[in-house]
């Protein structure tokens, strides 16, 4: 592997990989048992996607709250330290002495930032707004939201022009700004490791027939999560994309690439309580509003079957048993074809709003390197989760094992901080080994976060 690892953190350590919920509550469990930990996330802040949610389910309550309570946490524990920017190229090793290779983007922005934002007015250059699934834009330097942990800029070097244009260089008042950054590669050693890398939405541009990408109208689940969530570009008005008009009648389609030999064989669990949520969004704002919703089976499972009897009272919510065979343009607005496979009549239906209830794939499979024996760091199965491994020593966590909704995300991440733990009480690692080392970057220190909260602090004892 390349670069070097010079510096020693702490004895003991353990890496996650990933900043998400699940990784940040892996590494909270278990630096308050004691051990020290590296969290190593690739964006460039904190929170994963339960941090872009506007409502969790059942209980439909926001995840600010909780969110807040993580990163204090991370904040107040002095045995987490945190790299932002910081993706895994590859592992190798076993328990004991896991190497991984991580490159470290240029965030080009410093720990002077205030994120007074002054730089923005002066980019010229707009980007998609990654962070909202690219409902709206940014500029290429930009506040990945309003409640960032780091609560830092950053640039996006893919559309920034650099030192030919330095404009944001001359606005920023604090010297924050380096354009002549670039990123680079480290290695750092750990004992044990926690993989939570999470999730992404199944990509619906495969789905043809359903026309996403072709009908700005339709959806994904995710965009429309964002949508309704008050930092949105929309304000949490749910609005047609095509033209920002309001919702009069919207259709649900469950299952979008799930279940089905040509896209993801499984079902992803949660997509059909989320929907059921979506649907409840859609009828607080629009009380008039139909929305229908196609499905194979609905599955809420254990105690959100409470929630799905309570959303299904709702009379304007209309579940349909059936496939959706496609989804076409109808003047401005868009006509569903399906086929209810209780009555086997066909319904064709013009709605407003179509939404794709895309199924969860794993984020990201890391490069795993075969030891002299050629046994294998980390293991994944078929459809790229990580499987249980029969050395211990490298756990999955959350959605980056199986599909998980955000609280049962949370136990399993706790449940992978004790396995790591375990594995490193239970005397199996070589002794002398048990340090995590690299080259920390300036930019993600953990004196950042501490200053970042205490900015944060400030900001809303002054409101």
Request: charged letters at 25%; a positive charge.
């Amino acid at each position: 592997m390349s670069a070097t690892a010079t510096r020693a953190f702490a004895s003991g350590g353990i890496v996650v990989v990933g900043g998400g919920i699940a990784g940040m509550t892996a590494a909270i469990e278990a630096a308050e048992a004691g051990h020290e930990v590296l969290l190593l996330e690739q964006e460039p802040c904190l929170g994963g996607r339960v941090a872009r949610m506007h409502h969790y389910f059942p209980k439909l309550c926001p995840p600010t709250c909780g969110m807040e309570l993580n990163l204090r946490r991370i904040k107040n524990e002095k045995r987490v330290r945190v790299l932002t920017g910081a993706r895994v190229k590859a592992v190798e090793g076993g328990p004991g002495s896991y190497t991984l290779e991580v490159e470290l983007a240029a965030r080009m922005v410093n720990e002077r930032c205030t994120a007074c934002g002054k730089c923005v007015a002066a980019c010229p250059v707009e980007r998609a707004d990654s962070y909202n699934y690219g409902i709206g834009s940014t500029k290429a330097i930009y506040l990945p939201h309003v409640d960032a942990f780091p609560m830092r800029f950053a640039i996006d070097p893919q559309t920034c022009l650099g030192e030919s244009c330095a404009r944001c260089v001359a606005y920023c008042p604090y010297d924050a700004i380096d354009l002549r950054e670039r990123a680079r590669t480290v290695t750092i050693g750990a004992a044990a490791l926690v993989i939570a890398t999470g999730w992404q939405p199944y990509d619906a541009r495969r789905l043809e027939n359903l026309g996403f990408g072709r009908y700005p109208d339709v959806v994904n689940n995710l965009q429309l999560e964002r949508m309704a969530s008050l930092s949105s570009p929309t304000g949490g008005k749910i609005v047609r994309p095509s033209d920002q008009g309001p919702i009069r009648r919207a259709a649900f389609v469950q299952c979008a690439g799930s279940r089905d030999q040509n896209h993801l064989p499984y079902c992803s669990t949660v997509c059909c309580t989320a929907s059921l949520k979506h649907a409840s969004y859609i009828r607080q704002q629009y009380p008039d509003a139909e929305v229908h919703v196609f499905y194979i089976d609905i599955r809420t499972m254990g105690v959100l079957e409470d929630f799905a009897m309570k959303v299904r009272k709702d009379e304007k919510i209309i579940l349909h048993r059936g496939k959706v065979a496609k989804v076409e343009a109808e003047g401005k607005a868009l006509r569903v074809v399906a086929e209810d496979t209780l009555s086997g009549e066909r319904h064709e239906l013009v709605v407003d709003l179509c939404v794709l209830a895309t199924g969860m794939q794993a984020q990201t499979q890391l490069e795993v390197r075969p030891g002299p024996a050629g046994e294998l760091p980390l293991l994944y199965d078929s459809f790229g989760f990580v499987a249980p491994g029969k050395r211990g020593g490298a756990v999955g966590a959350g959605c980056a094992r199986r599909p998980y909704e955000a609280a049962a995300a949370v136990q399993d991440a706790t449940g992978a901080a004790l396995r790591a733990i375990q594995a490193l009480r239970a005397g199996a690692l070589p002794r002398g080994n048990r340090a995590f080392t690299a080259e920390p970057p300036k930019e993600a220190s953990k004196r950042d976060l501490v200053g970042a909260a205490a900015q944060r602090d400030q900001q809303h004892e002054g409101r």
